[in-house]
């Protein structure tokens, strides 16, 4: 059943360029994927190790500059922005994450906010590399080998590659050991001490794939609008990341991919209402948060619990 | 011969209380210790500082004569000591099969990347942990809730499900806060006797507890604790009959029984 709908999934956002001449679908859906990824990777940092990362927003950014700069100012191509924009973030996630990651969750969400507001900060300030609030326009078309990803319809299949791949390496990590660690760790941290785990290692491991993860989305993303500028560090795109992975449900996998690709099409969905689509937007998230404080896959997991506590009565 | 826990001078203040004021006391390998006391004589900080989730202020603690001192919880965990806590613990969200696979130690042996590809040496790693696992659920009776999640557990069963997972490790000491406090009556002795078969396994037990008789019936030798000194020790027999003990407890020994009885 399950792979029944994977498959599906895949099949009908793979066709979709060939059904819809449509820029504008296929241009939410490029930003719905990258969001998901976002999403799914800030899932490996809150929802598996419990740790609430405002960071991600800054790393999104940072790989969308790093992507950039790498074409624009040293010469190198698109495919070797990419990985400076994972390479730089995860970097930047080692030299915060081990100071921070010894201290108190409510510290470290302070330290990552931080983080991404000074980020903001020198990105508009430090003129000589970011151009400051003009940003950097003129990123030009991806190739490959001579093929070039010139269309929007072209340049999605990169981001759905990207997006099969990212989602692949989360799942696989998450499912593993190692996964199956970190949400012992964010369930209680002192019993996992107590047999024998280090947490330090497993967070700061979570932290720097998320960090990496969110950096190449956001390089991928810029290439896509086609011009970087401090908008990218909008705290929109947190928001938007955020509330996936609470609606989803925080710690299930499923459940925050799911729903990142409905809640990417579902304002555009509201779109027969302009006045009203924001506000329609918002009694949804406000009306599924009350329904279900745990995300859909904790709502989900909590009617099993309660089923199976009523069948020992 | 070295004695499997040695622990000397041990001490450890609160701005200014003295928890625990320099006490030394040593477990022989393959028995059950009891150690007893008074609320507030210093009993939980005495295993936090064991266990490495306290620093302690002075003296050491040697494990099968490594000092373990200085060591972090994890660590010390490694060393073959495990304990258990007085407010059970347990992970709610995962099945009970899946609590006990959380145990580092049995998969030592093995890399992350071993664990990130599912590699042929994880994968049978993990095939014998998993019986070993099933096999412990069945021992301590939880058996038929092995898939589902601990958080449908009783209490006296989460006691249960933390007393398999300390024993996953095959550790040299399992240290048991209060492994009977709050636990169903009717259950009690069928920990007990749980106990005494992983003893004759081979395991060595430290338990908190202050359900006396449960102690007497289980420990070779028990420790008592009061005002985070060592107050008596010796077989449970004749730790009945001491009059310090008594005094301890319910006031009632060769001292004026002026203070109240403070056991719970």
């Known amino acids: 059943m399950k792979r029944l709908a994977l498959g599906a999934g895949i099949a009908a956002l793979a066709a979709l360029p060939l059904v819809t001449a449509s820029n504008y679908l296929i241009g939410i859906t490029i930003s719905g994927l990258l ?34 700069l790498t074409v624009m100012s040293l010469g190198g191509s698109f495919w070797s922005g990419l990985i400076v924009a994972g390479l730089v973030p995860a970097i930047l996630g080692i030299v915060i994450g081990l100071p921070t990651l010894r201290t108190k969750r409510h510290a470290f969400v302070i330290v990552t906010l931080t983080f991404s507001l000074l980020t903001d900060l020198v990105v508009r300030n430090w003129v000589d590399l970011t151009h400051g609030p003009l940003g950097i326009p003129g990123l030009p078309v991806p190739t490959l080998l001579g093929f070039d990803f010139g269309t929007p319809a072209r340049f999605y299949y990169i981001v759905l590659g990207f997006t099969a791949l990212a989602l692949a390496f989360l799942y696989v990590f998450g499912t593993s050991r190692i996964g199956h660690i970190l949400k012992a760790i964010k369930q209680n941290e002192v019993l996992a001490q107590s047999q024998g785990i280090a947490p330090l290692p497993y967070k700061l491991a979570a932290f720097v794939i998320g960090a990496a993860v969110t950096g190449i989305a956001g390089g991928v993303f810029v290439f896509y609008l086609k011009i970087v500028d401090p908008t990218i560090l909008d705290f929109y795109y947190m928001q938007t990341f955020l509330i996936v992975v609470i609606i989803g449900g925080a710690g299930s996998f499923w459940g925050v991919v799911g729903v990142g690709l409905v809640m990417v099409a579902l304002p555009e969905a509201l779109r027969f209402s302009d006045d009203l689509r924001m506000v329609i937007y918002g009694a949804i998230l406000v009306v599924a948060m009350l329904a279900m404080p745990q995300g859909i896959a904790g709502w989900f997991e909590q009617r099993r619990v309660s089923a199976l506590r009523a069948a020992l009565k | 011969m070295t004695a499997l826990l040695e622990v000397s001078g041990l001490a450890k203040a609160f701005s200014g209380v003295h928890a ?20 507030g004589s210093g009993k ?14 002075a003296g050491s603690v040697r494990l099968s004569g490594t000092d373990i001192s200085a060591l972090a919880p994890q660590e010390i965990a490694h060393f073959g000591l495990v304990r258990t806590f007085q407010s059970v613990r347990a992970y709610d969200h995962f099945s009970l099969l899946d609590n006990l696979l ?10 992350w990347l071993d664990a990130f590809l599912r590699s042929p040496k994880y994968r049978a790693v ?14 301590v009776g939880l058996a038929g809730h092995i898939e589902a999640p601990a958080a449908i557990l009783s209490y006296g069963q989460k006691k249960l499900l933390a007393l398999a997972a300390a024993l996953m490790s095959r550790p040299k000491l399992i240290v048991l806060d209060e492994p009977v406090a709050g636990v169903n009556p009717s259950r009690i002795n069928g920990i007990a006797d749980i106990l005494r078969r992983a003893n004759a396994d081979g395991t060595s037990f430290l338990i908190v507890e ?18 985070g000194r060592k107050l008596a020790e010796g077989p449970p027999q004749e730790i ?25």
Do not use: K
């Open chain 2, 210 to 227: 202050h359900n006396v008789d449960f102690i007497s019936s289980l420990c070779d030798h028990v420790i008592v604790f009061d005002q």
């Open chain 1, 35 to 68: 969001y998901t990824v976002a999403a799914a990777a800030l899932n490996l940092v809150y929802g598996y190790a419990g740790l609430l990362s405002f960071a991600q927003l800054a790393f999104w950014g940072i790989g969308g500059y790093g992507a950039a």
């Open chain 2, 102 to 111: 959380v145990v580092a130690a049995p998969f030592a042996e093995v890399t």
């Open chain 2, 20 to 39: 625990v004021d320099g006490v030394s006391f040593a477990i022989e390998a393959g028995t059950i210790t009891g150690l007893i006391g008074p609320n």
């Open chain 2, 240 to 264: 009945h009959r001491d009059p310090r003990v008594l005094d301890a407890y319910l006031g009632i020994g060769e001292s004026t029984p002026a203070r109240l009885p403070v056991m719970s």
């Open chain 2, 126 to 139: 993990r095939r014998r942990v998993e019986e070993r696992a099933r096999d412990l659920i069945a021992f």
């Open chain 2, 44 to 57: 939980s900080t005495m295993i936090d500082c064991i266990s490495g989730f306290l620093q302690s202020d």
